[in-house]
């Protein structure tokens, strides 16, 4: 049963709204109204010559931090799209695979703290780091959760910060599928921290893990309630758009898609790998925005309480590989990411776009 996990406090989520996290039904805060009749319109190029943008989070001045995952560079690009390269995040690697440079989460104190959350492949596996970023230059590199195995693919990667405060992680099983099943390991998992990198309180096992049994998680998002959506890439069957709740077991490698293993949760939508390949989501406007590589479009789920509507496709090769979407704080609009550069993508560097969607 996929019962939504118990409401927020009341604190959590003004704190959420203020940092533009969560958008809400009534438009509290900087967050947009809803309206779930909308869907993607106008398209247009915010910034190009970009080589596998990866990572993007929002700072409080509406720019975003976005990281490149081959280059290890980290940029800033304004709404305008003004692009200014931050820096380079030290003790990263590749996998000539799908390792690097990942996901990037802006402390939601950042005004504050000037913090800024890094995960990224290193020489003894991948690894979630802090670093400071005070608006223009980038440093204070500190690793605070290690011990996540690597391979040349399924390394998982997105970062960001839940409407509770806590930081949440996406791993992959490095090509290892026992490990998902593994609850001693931090592979296959949803992990959910404190900003030190210690197991946040209310943790299922009292360890990182939140949730377990993925196979290649790379999307998580919250819709409005705090319920937690993640995407994630199967095998050569079935992609998953899972609702995630603490110390459940999503099935892998035992399932891939539905699932009939008693203990085991099944998705709420799946699709042929060849459509999706899913690798960012967000939430907007009553609906979950997938952003698929292989299957090369955005895929639109209207969502109503826990249940996952009829999907509906976007953009189908007209700009290949989607690696990213991520709802604009205080509009309904998204920002949608290629990586078209990357080893599937067969196009030279600087042949990654970032768009602008406008829902309507």
């Given amino acids: 049963?996929?019962?939504?996990?118990?409401?927020?406090?009341?604190?959590?989520?003004?704190?959420?709204?203020?940092?533009?996290?969560?958008?809400?039904?009534?438009?509290?805060?900087?967050?947009?109204?809803?309206?779930?009749?909308?869907a993607p319109s106008d398209i247009k190029t915010v910034s190009s010559g970009w080589s596998i943008p990866w990572g993007l989070s929002w700072l409080p001045d509406g720019s975003a931090l976005i990281?490149?995952?081959?280059?290890?560079?980290?940029?800033?690009?304004?709404?305008?799209?003004?692009?200014?390269?931050?820096?380079?995040v030290p003790n990263v690697v590749t996998t000539d695979g799908e390792g690097g440079l990942l996901g990037i989460a802006v402390s939601p104190n950042w005004n504050t703290d000037h913090a800024i959350y890094l995960m990224h492949t290193a020489s003894d596996g991948n690894r979630i780091?802090?670093?400071?970023?005070?608006?223009?230059?980038?440093?204070?590199?500190?690793?605070?959760?290690?011990?996540?195995?690597?391979n040349k693919y399924h390394n998982g990667g997105r970062l960001k910060f839940g409407p509770d405060g806590y930081l949440y992680a996406t791993t992959g099983e490095a090509q290892t599928p026992d490990l998902a099943q593994d609850k001693n390991s931090l592979n296959g998992k949803i992990l959910r921290m404190t900003t030190d990198g210690k197991p946040a309180p209310g943790n299922p096992f009292g360890t990182l893990v939140y949730s377990y049994g993925h196979r290649n998680p790379q999307?998580?998002?919250?819709?409005?309630?705090?319920?937690?959506?993640?995407?994630?890439?199967?095998?050569?069957?079935?992609?998953?758009?899972?609702l995630i709740e603490a110390g459940k077991n999503y099935g892998w490698p035992i399932c891939e898609g539905e699932c009939s293993t008693s203990g085991m949760t099944s998705p709420k939508r799946q699709w042929a790998t060849g459509d999706a390949s899913?690798?960012?989501?967000?939430?907007?406007?009553?609906?979950?925005?997938?952003?698929?590589?292989?299957?090369?479009?955005?895929?639109?789920?209207?969502?109503?309480?826990?249940?996952?509507?009829?999907?509906?496709?976007?953009?189908?090769?007209?700009?290949?590989?989607?690696?990213?979407?991520?709802?604009?704080?205080?509009?309904?609009?998204?920002?949608?990411?290629?990586?078209?550069?990357?080893?599937?993508g067969g196009e030279p560097d600087g042949a990654d776009k970032v768009f602008q969607v406008e829902l309507k």
């Fill in 129 to 150: 780091a802090r670093m400071t970023y005070d608006g223009s230059s980038l440093g204070g590199y500190k690793a605070i959760v290690t011990g996540i195995k690597k």
């Fill in 67 to 88: 990281t490149e995952r081959d280059s290890f560079k980290l940029y800033k690009l304004t709404q305008s799209g003004t692009r200014t390269q931050v820096g380079t």
């Fill in 278 to 344: 899913p690798s960012g989501v967000t939430y907007a406007d009553g609906a979950m925005y997938l952003a698929a590589l292989r299957g090369e479009r955005l895929w639109r789920i209207p969502v109503d309480g826990t249940s996952a509507g009829t999907p509906k496709a976007y953009y189908t090769s007209s700009y290949g590989r989607l690696r990213t979407v991520e709802t604009v704080p205080g509009k309904n609009t998204l920002w949608l990411s290629t990586t078209n550069a990357d080893n599937n």
């Fill in 1 to 38: 049963m996929k019962s939504h996990r118990n409401t927020l406090v009341a604190a959590a989520a003004t704190t959420a709204l203020a940092a533009g996290l969560l958008l809400t039904q009534t438009g509290a805060g900087n967050a947009a109204p809803a309206r779930a009749d909308s």
């Fill in 219 to 242: 999307g998580i998002t919250w819709d409005p309630q705090g319920r937690l959506w993640e995407a994630e890439f199967g095998n050569s069957k079935y992609d998953e758009l899972n």
